[in-house]
C-alpha cells in the first residue's frame, strides 16, 4: 500500500521551549523528505486534532506525532482508517534531558528519524477472521464448574458442561453439612448443590454430559473441536472457550505413616470424616466402638517441606466443622484441635469462636511428632512445643489427619515427554535414543490415562503443571489465567480454597471465557495485549524446520507437522513476537512489528563519528514494564545520558539477535535489554520473556567474539516497573561503562 | 533437651472446666494463647509467667497441674490482663474460679467446702453453727455443776460465758486449724512433685528465710502496689486485712487478760476493758477499718470498671460475712453499753450477740473451705515461690513490655505515646462483654 507520511511536531508540554523546532522539520523535511510537516503549540488540543484530521481526509495515511508518549492521549491521536506513528518527545527527550543543548537536540532529531523509518515500513493490521463458535465448555461438574455454567449461560451462552463423575455436584455433594459462608458464621450449614444442581438441569442453554471423558481437543479458541465419550457413546461438537474445573483431591494419606495413617484403621483423613459423620454414627472403623475422643491433627502434610508446601487455606474451618459435628452426634464426644496455627481468615473468626465455646472442644498448638496405636485400638498422639507440656501425649479413640488439597490437574508437558518416548519406542530406532526414550517411558508410566483436556497442542496435552502443581499462571496480573489462551482454570484446580471462593472463581472465569469468544470473533487478541489485531505471518517457503519458535512459544500456539514446519494457530497466539525474536531465518513478522521494521529503526540513527566523542547506545525496553517505567522517570524529571536511543518491543523475548549483530556492525558502542523480572517470581506478561533472552545472550557472546568486541558492550537487566529509579542510574552507569571500554571500532563501516 | 523429658499424658477433664466456666470463669474458652495477658501483668515474671499458661490448661481442664501451681495464687486479680485481653477471656476471672476448685480440692472434708460456697446450701452451713451454739447453751447449766469455773464479768458473759465461749470456739478453730495443717501439706507436696516431674524442684533459699520474704511482702502489700487497672482494691484490702489483725489481736489478749494474766503473771484482769483501754481504742480502730474495707470492696466490685472481677457466690459470701462480723461487733458493742441488763431489751442484745457469734463461727472455723482460705494458700505459694526461686527471670524483661499504657497513663498521655488513649480502645468492661 502507497503510504503518505505526514510529521507532526508538538511544542506544548516544554516541548517547544527546549529543542530548536525548525532543525526538527529541517531534518522531517529536508534528509526525510516528508513534504508535509506541521508544528502547534497543543497538538493534542481540538485544534491540533482537527489540522491532523483534514490532513488525513486529504489522502495522509500516516501522521507521524511527535509530542508525549505512546502511552498517552492514544485516543485523541487515533484517526479513522490510518495508523498513528508516536515519536515520544516529551517523556523521554525534554523531560529527561538537558534543555536547548545539542545531545537533547541529537536525541530528538534520532527518534523523529526512527519514528519516521517505523511509520514507513510497518502496515495498518488487518484481524484475522475466522468463523468462531462462542460456546462455553466447563469440565467439572461441582460446585466450580456449575457456577461458571450457571452464570455464562445467565450472560446469554451456550455452555456445554462435562462431568466424569455419574452426577453432577462434584465434591460438596458428598459432605452432609458445609462451612458456613455468611452472617452469623457460627454453625455448620447445609451445603446447598442440589439446587444449584437442579438450576443446572433444568437450563435451556446448558448441556450436560455426565459420565464423560474428552478424548481429545483440537483448533483453538472459537474453534475447538471437542471429542467426547460418554459411557461408551462418542460425541463430538465446537466449543470457543474452555474452563477447567477439574477440583481437587485430597493428599495422599498413605505418605503419612508418621501420623499413623495404615498403622490403625482408626487414623482416617478428614475427607474420611466427612463420610463418617454423613452416615450418622461415630464408630471407630477398627472395632466399631464409639469415638469419643477424636484427636485432630492439622496441617497433616501441609506447610511441610516434605509432603505439601503450602496451606491449603480450608482444612481449620473443615476441622472445626467436623468437630462441632461430632459433639452434636454424641454429646459425649470430645474433639482435640492440634494444630500449628488456627487459619480462620475474616469473619470465620467467629466459626472458630463458636467452636472453643463448646467446652468439648480443646485446642492446642502442638507438633505431632507421632502417632501410636496399642493392642486395643486406642491411640496416642504425640507432640511436642505445646503449653501443656513440652512433651504431651493425648489419647484417642480416632485420629483425624486434616490433609490438604491437590488439584485435578494433569502435567501437560510430562505427559509430553511421556507421549514423545512412547512414540519413539514404537517406532522401534536403535541406539542411544531409545534407551532415554524406554527410560522415560518407565518413570512416566503412572502419567498413563491421567490426560483430562486431551488437547492437541504441540507442547502437551494438557495444561502445564506450575508452581506447586497448580495450572494458574498469573494470577495476580491476570486471574483464572492458564498457558493456553482461551482455556482458563477455575475453582481448587488453580488454588486452594473453599466452596465459596470455588463459586466467584466459577463466576470470574466464565467471564474470562466470555471475553475470550468475543475478541475471538473480533479477531483481537487478549489480555495482555488485549485488543491487538496484529498477527504473526510466517513466510514458510524458507522455514528449515528448527522448531525454536514452536518450542519457545510461552503459550502453545504453534503445532508441527510431521516435518517439524510450524501450523499457526493465530487465535491462540498472545502477540508478544517471542517466535519472531526465536527465529533465526527471520521469517515470522507482525504487520507492524518484523525484524525489518526494527533494524530500519536501528539504521535510522545518526551514528557520530569516533572523533566526536559521542558514543551511542541502543536500548530494548519491555513495552509492558520497562517502558512505562522509564515514562515516569520523565514524569519525575530524572535526567539520564543522552547518548542512548531506545526501541521499545513487545517483550524482550522478541528481540531478534539479527538486531544487535546489526547495531555493532552500524557502529552502537552498546546494547542494553532491559526487561522484567524472571524466576519463580517472574513479572513478564509473556512468562519467559527475559529468561529466553538470557539464553540467546550466550549467542551474542559468541557473535561479540567473532566481531572481537568486549562482551561487556552487551548488558540484559531486569527490573519491576515501580523501580522508576534505578532505571537512570542503570542507564547512565552502562553509558559510564561503555565510555571506559570506549568507542566500536566498526564506526564508519 | 525436650526429649529426654517423659511425655505428660493429657487427660481433658470436662467436668473441671465446665465447673472454672461456672464458677467465674465463663469467657476462658475465649482464650486464643496471645499472650498478651503475661506480657501486661506486673505480677508475672521468671520463666515461667502465667496466667497464659494456666489459660491453657483450665482450657483442657488440667486441675492436677492447676491445683499444684503456686502461680496461680500469686496472683492478686488486679485485673489488668482481663482488661487488655483482646478476646474478653477475663484471665484474671478465669484464676480466681481456679483458685475456688483449688481450695476446694484441698479441704478436709471437701463437701463443706462446697456447701460453704453455694448460695443454696449456704443456709444448712449456717444453720450448723446455729445449733451448736444452742447446744452449748443448752448444756452450759449441766456443765457449769460439774466443773467449777472462774468468776465471770460483765454482760454478755451472764448468757454466754467466756469459758464456754473459749472452750466451744477453741475446739472448733483447732478442728479447722487441723484442716488447714493438711491443706497446706498437701498442696506443698503437690507443687514440689509438679516441679520434680517438669523442670526439677530445686530450692534455693532457706523456708524461714522464703517465709521472712513472704511475710514482708504480705504486710507492705508490695506485690499488690504493682496492680493498675484495679489499683483501688490494694488500699480496700489493707484496711480489711489490718482491720481484721487488730480485732483478732484484742482477741487473743482478752483471752490472755482473762485466762492467763491473773493466774501466770499475777496480773489482774481489766476485763471487760473500757472505752479507752488502749485494747478498746485498737478494737474499735480495727473495726472501723474493717467496715470500712468491706463497704469499699464491696462499692468497687459493683463498679463497671475495667477489669473489674466477676464477683461469683464464692466472693460475695466471704465479703459479705466479713461486713457480718463487723457490723453484728459493733452492734453487740453499743447494746453493751447502753442497754441496761435487768430490761427487756437485753434479749435483743443478746439475740445480737448469738448472732455475731454465729457469723464469726462461720468465719473464722470455715476458713480452709471459704475464701479466707486464700490466707493459707497464698501465703505458701508465696513461700514457695521464694523457697524455689521461681520468680527469678531468665533473661531481663525489655523494658517496653512493661511500659504498656495503663489507664492512669494513657488518661496522663503518658506512656502511651500518641495522645489517644488506650484505654477507651482496649479496655474492657464487664458489661461490654463480647
Redesign the interface.
Known amino acids: 500500500m502507497e503510504q503518505t507520511l505526514a510529521v507532526y511536531v508538538c511544542r506544548g508540554c516544554d516541548i517547544g521551549s527546549s529543542l530548536d523546532i525548525e532543525k526538527l522539520r529541517t531534518v522531517a523535511t529536508g534528509e526525510l523528505g516528508i513534504e508535509r510537516v506541521r508544528d502547534h503549540p497543543c497538538l493534542c488540543g481540538a485544534e491540533g486534532r482537527e489540522l491532523i484530521r483534514q490532513d488525513v481526509l486529504a489522502g495522509v495515511t500516516t501522521p507521524v506525532v511527535a509530542a508525549c508518549s505512546p502511552r498517552c492521549m492514544t485516543e485523541a491521536f487515533t484517526f479513522d482508517g490510518c495508523r498513528t506513528e508516536r515519536v515520544n518527545l516529551r517523556e523521554q527527550v525534554v523531560w529527561t534531558h538537558e534543555p536547548n543543548h545539542e545531545d537533547t537536540q541529537a536525541l530528538a532529531e534520532d527518534y523523529l528519524r526512527m519514528g519516521v523509518a517505523r511509520a514507513q515500513k510497518a502496515e495498518r493490521p488487518e484481524p484475522f477472521q475466522a468463523p468462531v463458535d462462542k460456546t462455553i465448555l466447563v469440565v467439572g461438574g461441582g460446585v466450580t464448574g456449575m457456577t461458571a455454567a450457571l452464570d455464562a449461560a445467565a450472560a446469554g451462552y451456550d455452555v456445554v458442561l462435562v462431568e466424569k463423575a455419574p452426577r453432577l455436584g462434584g465434591r460438596m455433594a458428598t459432605f452432609s453439612r458445609a462451612i458456613p459462608h455468611r452472617p452469623p458464621y457460627r454453625d455448620p450449614v447445609l451445603p446447598d448443590v442440589a439446587a444449584q444442581v437442579a438450576a443446572v438441569q433444568a437450563h435451556q442453554r446448558i448441556t450436560v454430559h455426565t459420565g464423560a471423558a474428552i478424548e481429545r481437543i483440537s483448533g483453538q479458541p472459537g474453534q475447538f473441536d471437542v471429542s467426547l465419550r460418554t459411557n461408551g457413546t462418542a460425541t463430538a461438537f465446537r466449543v470457543g472457550a474452555i474452563v477447567q474445573a477439574t477440583g481437587w483431591r485430597p493428599y495422599d494419606a498413605s505418605r503419612l505413616g508418621h501420623l499413623g495413617y495404615g498403622r490403625s484403621p482408626n487414623v482416617i483423613t478428614n475427607v474420611q470424616m466427612e463420610v463418617l459423620l454423613g452416615s450418622g454414627k461415630l464408630l471407630r472403623p477398627g472395632d466399631g466402638k464409639p469415638a469419643r475422643r477424636i484427636a485432630f491433627i492439622q496441617c497433616a502434610g501441609s506447610r511441610d517441606k516434605d509432603h505439601l508446601p503450602y496451606c491449603s487455606g480450608v482444612c481449620c474451618r473443615v476441622t472445626i466443622k467436623q468437630a462441632l459435628l461430632a459433639r452434636q452426634l454424641d454429646p459425649e464426644a470430645?474433639a482435640?484441635i492440634l494444630y500449628k496455627d488456627?487459619r480462620t481468615p475474616g469473619q470465620y473468626e467467629d466459626f472458630?469462636?463458636r467452636a472453643?465455646?463448646?467446652?468439648?472442644i480443646?485446642?492446642?498448638?502442638a507438633d505431632v511428632t507421632g502417632v501410636d496405636a496399642t493392642d486395643d485400638h486406642d491411640l496416642r498422639v504425640?507432640a511436642?512445643?505445646t503449653?501443656?507440656?513440652?512433651?504431651?501425649?493425648?489419647?484417642a479413640d480416632l485420629v483425624v489427619l486434616a490433609t490438604g488439597m491437590v488439584p485435578v490437574a494433569a502435567d501437560g508437558e510430562a505427559l509430553r515427554r511421556y507421549q514423545d518416548a512412547k512414540a519413539v519406542v514404537a517406532k522401534g530406532e536403535a541406539g542411544a535414543q531409545l534407551e532415554t526414550a524406554t527410560q522415560t517411558v518407565e518413570a512416566l508410566h503412572h502419567l498413563e490415562g491421567t490426560g483430562i483436556l486431551n488437547l492437541e497442542y504441540r507442547q502437551g496435552p494438557d495444561l502445564p503443571a506450575l508452581r506447586y502443581d497448580f495450572p494458574d499462571s498469573h494470577f495476580i496480573c491476570f486471574p483464572y489465567e492458564t498457558r493456553r489462551t482461551g482455556i482458563y482454570a477455575a475453582g481448587a484446580v488453580r488454588a486452594p480454597l473453599d466452596s465459596q471462593l470455588a463459586r466467584e472463581d466459577g463466576s470470574g472465569a466464565a467471564l474470562k471465557a466470555i471475553q475470550a469468544v468475543e475478541l475471538a470473533a473480533q479477531g483481537a487478541a487478549v489480555h495482555p495485549r488485549w485488543g491487538d489485531m496484529s498477527y504473526p505471518d510466517f513466510f514458510l517457503q524458507r522455514c528449515t524446520q528448527c522448531k525454536r519458535c514452536t518450542e519457545e512459544c510461552p503459550f502453545g500456539t504453534l503445532n508441527e507437522d510431521a516435518k517439524g514446519t510450524p501450523q499457526p494457530n493465530p487465535i491462540r497466539c498472545r502477540r508478544c513476537g517471542i517466535c519472531m525474536g526465536a527465529c533465526p531465518e527471520r521469517i515470522i513478522s507482525f504487520k507492524d512489528y518484523s525484524v525489518d521494521i526494527v533494524s530500519s529503526m536501528i539504521k535510522a540513527v545518526q551514528i557520530p563519528d569516533e572523533t566526536e566523542e559521542k558514543p551511542r547506545l541502543l536500548g530494548f525496553l519491555c513495552e509492558n514494564d520497562a517502558y512505562p517505567a522509564l515514562d515516569t522517570a520523565g514524569l519525575r524529571r530524572l535526567k539520564y545520558s543522552a547518548h542512548i536511543r531506545f526501541i521499545p518491543v513487545r517483550c524482550l523475548g522478541s528481540v531478534n539477535i539479527v538486531w544487535i549483530a546489526d547495531a555493532l556492525s552500524r557502529g552502537y558502542d552498546g546494547i542494553l535489554l532491559i526487561g522484567c523480572r524472571s524466576g519463580d517470581d517472574y513479572q513478564c506478561h509473556f512468562i519467559r520473556g527475559s529468561e529466553l533472552m538470557q539464553t540467546r545472550s550466550s549467542n551474542i557472546r559468541e557473535k561479540l567474539k567473532q566481531l572481537a568486541l568486549e562482551e561487556e558492550r552487551v548488558r540484559l537487566e531486569q527490573i519491576p516497573i515501580t523501580d522508576v529509579a534505578r532505571l537512570p542510574e542503570i542507564i547512565n552507569e552502562f553509558a559510564a561503562q561503555i565510555e571506559a571500554i570506549g568507542m566500536n571500532p566498526f564506526k564508519g563501516f | 533437651m525436650t526429649t529426654a523429658v517423659q511425655p505428660y499424658l493429657v487427660k481433658p477433664d470436662r467436668r473441671f472446666v465446665e465447673a472454672v466456666v461456672a464458677r467465674g470463669g465463663g469467657d476462658l474458652k475465649r482464650c486464643f494463647q496471645c499472650a498478651t495477658c503475661s506480657v501486661v501483668c506486673e505480677l508475672a515474671e521468671g520463666n515461667r509467667p502465667f496466667p497464659r499458661k494456666e489459660m491453657h490448661w483450665a482450657q483442657w481442664g488440667l486441675k492436677d497441674r492447676l491445683v499444684a501451681d503456686p502461680d496461680v495464687w500469686l496472683c492478686h486479680q488486679c485485673g489488668d490482663c482481663s482488661a487488655r485481653c483482646p478476646r474478653g477471656a477475663r484471665p484474671g476471672d478465669v484464676l480466681a474460679a481456679v483458685r475456688e476448685q483449688a481450695i476446694r480440692h484441698y479441704a478436709v472434708p471437701r463437701f463443706l467446702a462446697t456447701w460453704a460456697n453455694t448460695g443454696a446450701t449456704l443456709p444448712l452451713v449456717l444453720l450448723i453453727p446455729v445449733v451448736l451454739l444452742a447446744a452449748a447453751l443448752l448444756a452450759r447449766a449441766p456443765l457449769e455443776n460439774a466443773i467449777p469455773f472462774g468468776a465471770e464479768h460483765g454482760f454478755y458473759a451472764e448468757f454466754f460465758p467466756h469459758w464456754l465461749l473459749i472452750g466451744f470456739y477453741g475446739l472448733f478453730t483447732g478442728l479447722a486449724c487441723l484442716a488447714a495443717v493438711v491443706g497446706i501439706v498437701r498442696f506443698w507436696k503437690a507443687m514440689r512433685a509438679a516441679d520434680e516431674a517438669q523442670e526439677g524442684y530445686a530450692p534455693a533459699v532457706g523456708i524461714v528465710s522464703s517465709l521472712w520474704r513472704a511475710l514482708r511482702s504480705i504486710v507492705t502489700h508490695d506485690r499488690f502496689a504493682k496492680c493498675k487497672a484495679q489499683a483501688p482494691r490494694r488500699s480496700a484490702h489493707l484496711m480489711a486485712f489490718y482491720g481484721f489483725l487488730a480485732l483478732y489481736v484484742v482477741t487473743l489478749w482478752a483471752v490472755l487478760d482473762l485466762y492467763v494474766n491473773p493466774y501466770v503473771f499475777g496480773l489482774a484482769s481489766l476485763y471487760p476493758f473500757g472505752l479507752l483501754h488502749p485494747m478498746k481504742v485498737l478494737a474499735n480502730v480495727g473495726g472501723v477499718l474493717l467496715l470500712v474495707g468491706c463497704v469499699k470492696a464491696i462499692a468497687d466490685r459493683r463498679r463497671d470498671a475495667p477489669g473489674a472481677a466477676a464477683g461469683t457466690a464464692f466472693d460475695w459470701i466471704f465479703v459479705w460475712l466479713l461486713l457480718a462480723v463487723g457490723v453484728t461487733g459493733f452492734a453487740t458493742e453499743v447494746f453493751r453499753f447502753t442497754v441496761d441488763p435487768a430490761t427487756a431489751l437485753a434479749s435483743v442484745a443478746y439475740a445480737t450477740y448469738f448472732v455475731h457469734l454465729v457469723v464469726v463461727f462461720q468465719l473464722l472455723v470455715y476458713l480452709p473451705y471459704s475464701k479466707f482460705a486464700h490466707l493459707l494458700y497464698r501465703t505458701v505459694a508465696i513461700v514457695y515461690a521464694e523457697h524455689t526461686a521461681r520468680r527469678r527471670p531468665l533473661l531481663a524483661a525489655p523494658a517496653a513490655v512493661r511500659s504498656l499504657p495503663t489507664p492512669a497513663t494513657a488518661a496522663a498521655g503518658v506512656g502511651g505515646g500518641q495522645g489517644r488513649s488506650a484505654d477507651t480502645d482496649v479496655l474492657m468492661r464487664p458489661s461490654e462483654r463480647l
Open positions: 470430645e482435640y488456627i472458630y469462636r472453643q465455646e463448646d467446652p468439648g480443646f485446642f492446642t498448638k504425640t511436642e512445643h503449653l501443656l507440656g513440652d512433651r504431651i501425649q493425648v489419647a
